[in-house]
Nanobody, 124 residues
Framework: QVQLVESGGGLVQAGGSLRLSCAAS????????MGWFRQGPGKEREFVAA????????YYADSVKGRFTISRDNAKNTASLQMNTLKPEDTAIYYC?????????????????WGQGTQVTVSS
């Protein structure tokens, strides 16, 4: 059974930074792509970033490109999201998810395991 646990959320002022981490249990972590999604107040869940099984391929939503960086450490079964220059519109619950495939993908339906989420609040 795969479990994903996010950490690192919190309250930060606009322009600040946070680093989210996702700890994964279960086997073969390094075989699957990982992604980060978010759901803001009154909004639907949206794609943020994805990384392929080996970390060489990454995708980002246009809204975070140049500010956020996704990475993974297969030796530690973790995935991370470094968030810089945060804006109030980045306020959301952030979820990490494991893809059914090894590639990086923006398709929400490709992800079969999800964490519980971590709250990120950016004040203006």
């Amino acid at each position: 059974q795969v479990q994903l646990v996010e950490s690192g959320g919190g309250l930060v002022q606009a322009g600040g930074s946070l680093r989210l981490s996702c700890a994964a249990s279960g086997r073969f972590f390094s075989s699957y792509g990982m992604g980060w999604f978010r759901q803001g107040p009154g909004k639907e869940r949206e794609f943020v970033a994805a990384v392929s099984w080996g970390g060489s391929i990454t995708y980002y939503a246009d809204s975070v490109k140049g500010r956020f960086t996704i990475s993974r450490d297969n030796a530690k079964n973790t995935a991370s999201l470094q968030m810089n220059t945060l804006k109030p519109e980045d306020t959301a619950i952030y979820y990490c998810a494991r893809s059914q495939y090894g590639t990086a993908t923006i398709d929400t339906h490709a992800y079969d395991y999800w964490g519980q989420g971590t709250q990120v609040t950016v004040s203006s």
